[in-house]
């Protein structure tokens, strides 16, 4: 796994310290890091001199005095005050722990650790020393490196799926929207660098398209589409918009699709003529063939639908030869998946050792077939209990390996292959490593997984091992860069409300979500005690008094 490797020592050499800085002073770097020490022991130094001064104003200020006036008036309070005191604290804590537990779970933090460090940490002089540390501005631009490396790219969906005769046809049943609105504005965004130019304005139907494409309301949108057609019945783009968002079948869909076909090759041919006239001309040209690649990715998709999957793989291999610098698409994507619906596990494989290398950006698609493929050579015959007592051949330390490499890239996947977490429509852009890649994996690839004789039974021994090499996958990452800290919060804005995002790694509950759950209860049965047996609490009370009061004497 030669990518391994290379990928693992990036990782290391990301997280890495960067070297001292040459020409520095050992000595001067020393003293710089006592200062800085002594300088954060000044709160315990104050706090040690706060205890010194009560013990040396002890007498003048008559504490011992003052407590036993507080005792007295402690001892003249009623059973039922405490009661109230004590049902009141557990209420409110109840209320609060309450808040922090709704806080967490929507936003992964939580709050009164947030407002500690923002707002209380600065008031009390707990921010950081201005003294700079030798290399410190090593240290800053290796940890901006650091970020910008595992910085979250939201990226289309290479198998999103129609609008029109899909999404909305869940919506009708459910009454659910499987889009969010967050996902749905990158689309518009993206229908707008596809298929608009700065020449639209030459033709009238495009320049009508162009606020089509910006339309928020989608009747609004088809409205505009039929406009454009009837000042050019050839505008391909319309007919795009139509396929997407107005047919209600597939069938339909590849109708509208097959007629932008015929519009959007004549006009590719003719931009082709014009393409070096002018820069104008060659925006144009760019335009044209988004739109040319575009209608006839989706006629492969319709065709994979319809169950005519040699169709579609013909067509995702011409564009492949035709548009070899359009990789960022990931046509290959759609051509795995349309590969192994026909089980020619020989051309998947010729098409990962092109897509699947070093250069190259990952995916779970990528990651996850190949350990399908080197799963599929010994999961018929593999045995958990024949395994451990015999050991892993070869081809069996090959097959974990590749999913142990799976895992780590995308955490996510083998709980929705494994059907331990329910699967929703995928949306129509993921975030490569997270939830909204896993689902979109998933969606589409568990049936070839469940295909093979064995292949889920291997990845449930295995895929848990894949933490055991990284304990701490947000600092250091084994055959890849660290997992980034930012799915969680993009993964919220691309999938709907009503799905329980995934997060890893898992986040542990908050101190004060255990220490106002603590509260609550300990001030509820405190309540509840001193409810039922009044003359025992007080006598706890009094005893509990009175050993205050002995220590604060005998001080």
């Excluded at 104003?57 to 059973?79: I, K, Q, W």
Aim: net charge neutral; proline share 6%; with cysteine.
């Amino acid at each position: 796994m030669a990518d391994g490797d290379g990928l693992g020592e990036a990782a290391t050499a990301a997280v890495s310290p960067p070297a001292p800085a040459p020409g520095m002073s050992p000595s001067l770097g020393w003293r710089e890091r006592l200062r800085a020490g002594l300088a954060g022991t000044g709160a315990s130094l104050w706090f040690v001199a706060g205890l010194g001064l009560l013990y040396a104003l002890r007498v003048p200020l008559r504490l011992c005095e003052s407590l036993a006036a507080v005792t007295v008036f402690l001892n003249s309070l009623t059973p039922k005050f405490y009661v109230a005191l004590t049902g009141t604290s557990s209420l409110i804590s109840g209320l609060i722990f309450l808040f922090e537990w709704w806080y967490f779970h929507k936003h992964g933090t939580s709050f009164i650790e947030q407002v500690s460090v923002s707002h209380l940490r600065p008031l009390m002089g707990g921010t950081e020393s201005s003294i700079s540390e030798p290399g410190s501005s090593s240290n800053r631009e290796s940890e901006t490196s650091r970020q910008n490396l595992s910085e979250c790219k939201v990226w289309r969906n290479p198998l999103n799926l129609f609008r029109g005769a899909e999404y909305r046809r869940y919506t009708w049943v459910t009454g659910k929207e499987p889009l969010t609105y967050y996902d749905m504005n990158l689309s518009a965004q993206d229908h707008q660098t596809f298929f608009t130019c700065d020449t639209d304005f030459l033709r009238p139907s495009d320049t009508v398209m162009q606020k089509a494409w910006r339309e928020r309301n989608p009747p609004a949108r088809i409205k505009a589409a039929y406009q454009a057609l009837e000042l050019n019945n050839d505008c391909a783009t319309a007919y795009v918009l139509l396929a997407e968002e107005e047919a209600t079948t597939i069938v339909d869909a590849e109708k509208l699709f097959k007629q932008a076909l015929k519009a959007g090759e004549t006009i590719y041919r003719q931009s082709q003529q014009c393409q070096h006239q002018s820069p104008q001309h060659e925006a144009q040209l760019r335009r044209d063939t988004n739109v040319l690649v575009y209608i006839k990715r989706r006629l492969a998709m319709c065709a994979r639908k319809l169950g005519r999957i040699r169709e579609a793989v013909k067509i995702m291999r011409d564009l492949m030869k035709e548009f070899p610098p359009l990789t960022m698409l990931n046509i290959h994507e759609n051509l795995l998946e349309s590969l192994l619906e026909l089980q020619a596990y020989a051309d998947v494989q010729a098409v990962l050792a092109k897509y699947d290398d070093i250069s190259l950006p990952k995916s779970a698609a990528i990651c996850y077939t190949a350990a399908l493929l080197k799963t599929r050579t010994v999961s018929d015959k593999f045995s958990p209990e024949t395994a451990s007592r015999r050991g892993l051949s070869t081809a069996e330390i090959n097959a974990v390996e590749a999913i142990h490499r799976a895992v780590e890239f995308n955490p996510h996947v083998p709980k929705y292959l494994l059907e331990m977490k329910s699967l929703i429509l995928p949306p129509e852009h993921i975030l490569k490593r997270g939830d909204s890649e896993a689902i979109a994996y998933a969606f589409f690839h568990l049936q070839h997984w469940k295909r093979i004789e064995g292949a889920l039974n291997l990845l449930q021994c295995t895929w848990e091992g894949t933490f055991r090499m990284i304990p701490y996958p947000l600092e250091k990452g084994h055959l890849f860069y660290p997992y980034p800290s930012c799915t969680e919060t993009a993964d919220r804005e691309l999938l709907p409300t009503f799905h329980h995002v995934s997060v890893y790694p898992k986040k542990e509950l908050p101190f004060f979500i255990h220490f106002t759950a603590g509260l609550c209860s300990s001030t509820a049965m405190i309540a509840l005690l001193t409810h039922q047996f009044p003359e025992i609490m007080g006598v706890f009370a009094k005893a509990v008094s009175m050993i205050s009061r002995t220590c604060v004497e005998y001080l």
